[in-house]
């Protein structure tokens, strides 16, 4: 274990919630879905709301993670505002595709009857190619089901042009996680330039981008270029994390007629929260440094 995973597993709980206070929505579905109403009725803000889970393992946990998704779904329902993001290793990759599998659809098919949208979240390239397969298997079947794609991936490309004949919602974004330099881009300019033309890619393909980034100046080329080529306002939409100060940049977006759409996790137990936070933190040592600075505005 390294040094910097060693300090960051050593980490009490209560500085670990400090850190990720911004990030959170509260504890309980009731608290998500009061942040979406919230952000939608003040500033006309949409949201996708996540559990935030740890890595799941045995089946019993697997399952109520399941019916955690269910209830968020009766929950938000009648919200057009909100979608909901949700992650294979909480809900059965651990154990095997098919079980992860049956558990999105499951999810997916009760959201679909009441036309609500599901992204499923990417986690690290070890995943890549099963959430790819669980993906298509279940957009064959449901319109309501969207994926995450990473730009700093070598392979991004050729999973944008393989992804589905049918239109699909793609969030695009450079990747939280850390990849080695045989498969990913090494340097943070080089994955933004990337995202650019994936969101080109994107709509070049007849997907609808989801353009996840808080880089003012990504955001506003991305604006620009689109503008210029005439592409309509509701052929994409921009995406940050709640907590992150990006007020006047998200209002504009909102002022544009466009969906400007918060990423608004909650935990259920702030105990798995609190190892999810960890590893976040390990995977992205900067987020504490970026919070830090973000509260106290340096
Ligand atoms: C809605 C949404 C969903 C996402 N889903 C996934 C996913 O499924 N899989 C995945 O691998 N990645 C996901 N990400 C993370 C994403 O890949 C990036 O790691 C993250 O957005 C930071 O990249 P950036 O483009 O904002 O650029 P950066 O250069 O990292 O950030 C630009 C600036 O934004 C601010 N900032 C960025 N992130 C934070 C933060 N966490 N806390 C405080 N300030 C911050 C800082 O001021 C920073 O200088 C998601 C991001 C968003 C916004």
Redesign the pocket.
């Known amino acids: 274990m390294d040094l910097k995973r060693a300090i960051i597993d050593l980490m009490p709980g209560p500085l670990v919630r400090t850190f990720a206070a911004p990030?959170i929505s509260g504890k309980g579905i009731a608290s998500g879905v009061a942040k979406a109403d919230e952000l939608h009725a003040k500033l006309g803000i949409s949201s996708?709301v996540d559990l935030l889970a740890e890595e799941v393992f045995s089946r019993e946990d697997v399952e109520a993670t399941v019916q955690v998704y269910l209830r968020m779904v009766e929950a938000l329902k009648d919200r057009p505002f909100a979608s909901i993001?949700l992650k294979p290793t909480s809900l059965g990759i651990n154990e095997s595709e098919e079980y992860c599998q049956a558990n999105l659809r499951r999810i997916v098919s009760a959201a679909a009857v009441h036309g609500m949208h599901i992204t499923l979240?990417?986690?690290d390239r070890n995943f890549t190619d099963v959430t790819l397969r669980m993906f298509k298997a279940i957009r064959d079947e449901f319109d309501n089901f969207g994926i995450?794609l990473?730009s700093r991936l070598f392979r991004t490309s050729e999973d944008i042009k393989n992804l589905h004949a049918k239109r699909c919602k793609v969030?695009i974004?450079?990747?939280?996680?850390k990849e080695p330099a045989d498969v990913a881009l090494q340097e943070?300019p080089d994955m933004?330039d990337k995202?650019f033309e994936h969101v080109q890619l994107l709509l070049q393909h007849g997907h609808y981008p989801e353009i996840?980034?808080?880089?003012e100046p990504?955001v506003r080329r991305c604006m620009a270029h689109l503008d210029q080529q005439g592409v309509a306002k509701d052929a994409y939409e921009f995406?940050?994390?709640l907590?992150?100060p990006r007020a006047d940049l998200q209002q504009e977006i909102v002022k544009r007629g466009q969906i400007m759409?918060?990423?608004v996790p909650f935990a259920e137990d702030w105990k798995y929260a609190v190892h999810y936070l960890k590893r976040r933190l390990a995977a992205?040592p900067a987020?504490a440094l970026?919070?830090m600075?973000?509260m106290f505005g340096s």
């Open positions: 990030y996708t993001s979240d990417m986690e995450v990473q969030r974004c450079i990747g939280i996680y943070k933004k995202l996840a980034t808080h880089d990504l995406q940050m994390l907590g992150v759409r918060l990423y992205n987020m970026m919070v600075k973000n």
